[in-house]
């Protein structure tokens, strides 16, 4: 645990580091683009891209059915090693959060279902604020809501996009294992 040693506050990405959500990425990808096309656009080619144009254009639909699958996919999740150092961090006083691409619900979801939610102080999903990762605005929110200074802060995360939020936030950042992830899905 020596390399959460000097930081004030520790954030965790949840998709990829603390668990992996078992989410059907391929259904999700054909069924926004579908959404996207009943709204008269050229269909997406990913349900981050969908989103993006919901986002932009003001229609309904994508985000529901992300939170719906994420949601599911959350329930199922699979524990990986980083969840053991977020709880070893809780448990000897340290203050942690979560910071996630997912919806709020799945991310807090995932938690309870590995019995990790009363070691987490805060948890910022993509809904949780305005903004979403890479943006640095969720990292900050979770920092804000643990009472720490990005400063003294480390993000741990699986992702290139994880590393973007974390230097845009003027946050240290250490990836979970070897390096980024190779199918980079959701954070």
């Not at 008269?40 to 059915?65: I, K, N, R, Y």
């Not at 959060?97 to 987490?120: G, P, T």
């Not at 996009?161 to 990836?175: C, H, I, N, P, S």
Request: charged share 30%; with cysteine; proline share 3%.
């Amino acid at each position: 645990m020596e390399e959460y040693e000097g930081y004030d506050a520790v954030v965790f990405d949840l998709d990829g580091t603390v668990a992996h959500l078992d989410v059907d990425w391929v259904s999700v990808d054909q069924q926004t683009a579908a959404i996207v096309e009943d709204h008269g656009f050229e269909p997406t080619e990913s349900a981050w891209s969908a989103l993006d144009l919901a986002d932009e254009q003001g229609f309904d639909g994508v985000h529901d059915l992300l939170c719906e699958h994420e949601r599911q996919g959350a329930e199922r999740s699979k524990r990986l090693a980083a969840a053991d150092d977020l709880s070893a961090l809780a448990d000897a006083g340290r203050t942690t959060a979560v910071c996630s691409l997912n919806c709020e619900a799945a991310v807090r979801i995932a938690l309870d279902a590995h019995n990790l939610a009363d070691a987490v102080g805060a948890t910022v999903g993509r809904d949780s604020v305005t903004t979403r990762k890479p943006d640095p605005e969720p990292l900050l929110a979770a920092i804000r809501r643990v009472n720490a200074d990005p400063g003294r802060s480390l993000f741990v995360g699986d992702s290139e996009r994880d590393e973007l939020t974390a230097e845009r936030a003027g946050v240290d950042y250490q990836y979970v294992g070897d390096g980024p992830t190779e199918f980079e899905r959701s954070d």
